[in-house]
């Protein structure tokens, strides 16, 4: 056997030797997964819920709930076993923790543009967390009169002009467990009840996806942030074109087909869901929100010579247009009509749908168990979260709790 040949039998044989290791290593750390014991069971949902080490008494704590429940060789990962972590999970939903760090990092990209976390803590992050603490009815997010502020001391009063009342709060390291406080928009920022319309409405909100534009920012991420779909995964071209606006070229660059193969699977559906916004703007020179009833903003007609023939918005009223097509999928509710005036009734509709809960539960399935769920089984523990998500009274912290059970619960 010469030399090189001999090298090669031994590369070979040294290859397999780590290949056969490797196998021996990960079905040691499998078993001892499949083993893992209260305490580790314990202190995984309570990082993965709270970003970081649980005390010893919250340790303790978990853990004879576990034991309690399951013995002392820990819960297997079946139904009973499922429903006793999701009970230890609690103690980690009532930490500090959870809330300023893992709900503050999971909102704070929904509400601009960048979809980024390194940005201030404003009104619409705040509603959320407040909701999340409080079990407030999360379908509501999209229409209720609702706001969450600080009653925290010394800090400026909430203002519709600025956001200081929420950049002073998080940078004097308020606490957003106990410091947080319930309210309307009504009564804080003076909105006349026909403007409101949860998340929507918030300060944060309007002065991402409310200024400049045509308002169809608003609608385009709320389905982002909400239905975790982006314009391009809904597009249907099957729908009709009647309540496209003016603005929207019908043969950008001498060409229809581009308008009628990809501009207008985005519009049909969008334009006339989008209208519901068409009273709202957000004024850079008075830097707030601003609602005009019954007049529609001047936004809404830029652009007319594009194509004259277009739809010219007369008002706030809107139309759902998926409910027949491909995008019946997104599982829209049957109990409403599926048309309406103005924001609120956009915001029920679009809460009410199938894929506003499974968006919920896959982006705190993420968040939790740190990946997107992306494989049958992980699909169908969505599935499960999701079902009692709605069945509860959607009730956010129970899905955080539910899901860290999952993925901790082998």
Same mark, same amino acid.
């Given at each position: 056997?010469? @030399?090189?040949?001999?090298?090669?039998?031994?590369?070979? @044989?040294?290859?397999?030797?780590?290949?056969?290791?490797?196998?021996?290593?990960?079905?040691?750390?499998?078993?001892?997964?499949? =083993?893992?014991?209260?305490?580790?069971?314990?202190?995984?949902?309570?990082?993965?819920?709270?970003?970081? $080490? +649980?005390?010893?008494?919250?340790?303790?704590?978990?853990?004879?709930?576990?034991?309690?429940?399951?013995?002392?060789?820990?819960?297997?990962?079946?139904?009973?076993?499922?429903?006793?972590?999701?009970?230890?999970?609690?103690?980690?939903?009532?930490?500090?923790?959870?809330?300023?760090?893992?709900?503050?990092?999971?909102?704070?990209?929904?509400?601009?543009?960048?979809?980024t976390v390194f940005a201030p803590l404003n009104d619409y992050a705040a509603t959320v967390i407040g909701m999340v603490r409080d079990? @407030?009815?999360?379908?509501?997010?999209?229409?209720?009169?609702?706001?969450?502020?600080?009653?925290?001391?010394?800090?400026?009063?909430? &203002?519709?002009?600025?956001?200081?009342?929420?950049?002073?709060?998080?940078?004097?390291?308020?606490?957003?467990?106990?410091?947080?406080?319930?309210?309307?928009?009504?009564?804080?920022?003076?909105? +006349? $009840?026909?403007?409101?319309?949860?998340?929507?409405?918030?300060?944060?909100?309007?002065?991402?996806?409310?200024?400049?534009?045509?308002?169809?920012?608003?609608?385009?991420?709320?389905?982002?942030? =909400?239905?975790? =779909?982006?314009?391009?995964?809904?597009?249907?071209?099957?729908?009709?074109?009647?309540?496209?606006?003016?603005?929207?070229?019908?043969?950008?660059?001498?060409?229809?087909?581009?308008?009628?193969?990809?501009?207008?699977?985005?519009?049909?559906?969008?334009?006339?869901?989008?209208?519901?916004?068409?009273?709202?703007?957000?004024?850079?020179?008075?830097?707030?929100?601003?609602?005009?009833? *019954?007049?529609?903003?001047?936004?809404?007609?830029?652009?007319?010579? *594009?194509?004259?023939?277009?739809? @010219?918005? $007369?008002?706030?009223?809107? &139309?759902?247009?998926?409910?027949?097509?491909?995008?019946?999928?997104?599982?829209?509710?049957? &109990?409403?009509?599926?048309?309406?005036?103005?924001?609120?009734?956009?915001?029920?509709?679009?809460?009410?749908?199938?894929?506003?809960?499974?968006?919920?539960?896959?982006?705190?399935?993420?968040?939790?168990?740190?990946?997107? $769920?992306?494989?049958?089984?992980?699909?169908?523990?969505?599935?499960?979260?999701?079902?009692?998500?709605?069945?509860?009274?959607?009730?956010?912290?129970?899905?955080?709790?539910?899901?860290?059970?999952?993925?901790?619960?082998?």
């Open positions: 056997m010469n @030399v090189r040949n001999r090298q090669a039998q031994v590369g070979s @044989v040294r290859a397999q030797r780590a290949t056969v290791a490797g196998a021996v290593l990960l079905l040691m750390q499998l078993a001892n997964a499949a =083993h893992a014991g209260p305490n580790e069971q314990a202190k995984r949902i309570y990082e993965r819920i709270a970003g970081g $080490p +649980p005390s010893a008494t919250e340790l303790t704590t978990m853990a004879n709930i576990i034991t309690a429940g399951c013995g002392a060789a820990g819960c297997a990962p079946n139904s009973a076993g499922l429903a006793v972590l999701a009970n230890a999970a609690q103690t980690a939903t009532a930490a500090r923790g959870f809330y300023d760090v893992t709900l503050k990092n999971l909102v704070i990209p929904w509400t601009n543009r960048d979809q079990d @407030v009815d999360f379908h509501t997010a999209l229409s209720a009169d609702i706001l969450y502020t600080f009653k925290t001391s010394g800090l400026p009063a909430p &203002s519709t002009a600025n956001n200081d009342h929420y950049a002073n709060a998080e940078a004097q390291g308020a606490n957003l467990l106990t410091d947080l406080k319930p309210g309307t928009q009504t009564g804080t920022y003076g909105f +006349p $009840p026909e403007a409101v319309a949860g998340l929507i409405t918030t300060r944060g909100a309007a002065s991402a996806f409310f200024i400049n534009g045509t308002n169809r920012a608003m609608f385009r991420f709320t389905m982002m942030n =909400h239905l975790c =779909h982006d314009m391009e995964q809904v597009m249907d071209t099957t729908r009709p074109s009647d309540r496209i606006r003016q603005d929207v070229a019908r043969s950008p660059g001498g060409d229809s087909r581009i308008f009628m193969n990809q501009c207008a699977g985005c519009h049909s559906g969008m334009d006339p869901m989008a209208q519901a916004f068409a009273y709202y703007n957000f004024d850079t020179t008075a830097n707030q929100m601003v609602y005009t009833a *019954n007049q529609v903003q001047p936004k809404y007609f830029i652009n007319a010579t *594009n194509f004259p023939f277009g739809f @010219v918005t $007369p008002d706030n009223s809107w &139309s759902n247009r998926w409910r027949a097509g491909p995008n019946t999928y997104l599982g829209w509710d049957g &109990s409403l009509p599926g048309s309406g005036v103005g924001a609120k009734s956009l915001g029920q509709e679009l809460a009410s749908s199938d894929m506003f809960a499974q968006c919920q539960v896959q982006k705190v399935f993420q968040a939790v168990c740190f990946r997107a $769920p992306n494989s049958s089984a992980d699909m169908a523990t969505v599935t499960t979260i999701k079902q009692s998500f709605k069945a509860n009274g959607y009730k956010l912290k129970q899905v955080f709790q539910q899901t860290a059970a999952a993925c901790a619960g082998s």
